[in-house]
């Protein structure tokens, strides 16, 4: 089977606006099936890895693309859109991409297409952050102590 590009799941919702999305059926096929999402010890260390990463490419942004989307189809096409495009999902609506400014722009982009594909009260923000600003988050919930994790505190032992 040839493997899907990012742009096929944009065409996918494209077909999805003119056929009708209004009391559409879930797609029951692949399901959203929020096990296949990395456990959060894995997630922290995507996120740690970004902050400690002392060979920063050039050319490169930090983003966020966080969503509040109604129809399960539409949903499901941009999670599979935001994987092929090398976005990493951290929440099951938030994922963090450290990709070229082209890429961010051209994800930018599509996403105000699929706004505009159908009628809707759906939300997408697609937000630069810098890595500073990544330091400075915590983590509440599931016993992990980012503050540690970070170095963030100094810990003296005598």
Do not use: W
């Amino acid at each position: 089977m040839a493997k899907k590009t990012a742009s096929h799941y944009l065409e996918v919702l494209r077909k999805l606006k003119h056929s009708g999305l209004e009391g559409s059926a879930f797609i029951n096929r692949l399901g959203m099936n929020v096990d296949t999402i990395p456990t959060l010890q894995e997630r922290v260390d995507v996120l740690l890895g970004l902050i400690h990463d002392t060979q920063k490419q050039g050319g490169k942004m930090l983003f966020f693309i966080m969503y509040d989307i109604e129809s399960n189809k539409v949903r499901y096409n941009i999670v599979k859109y935001l994987e092929r495009m090398g976005c990493y999902r951290i929440q099951k609506s938030i994922f963090l991409a450290n990709l070229s400014m082209e890429k961010y722009e051209r994800i930018k982009s599509d996403m105000v297409e699929v706004q505009s594909l159908y009628d809707n009260h759906d939300s997408i923000i697609v937000c630069p952050v810098s890595s500073d600003i990544l330091r400075s988050m915590k983590i509440i919930g599931q016993n992990i102590n980012l503050d540690v994790i970070t170095h963030s505190k100094n810990t003296l032992f005598f």
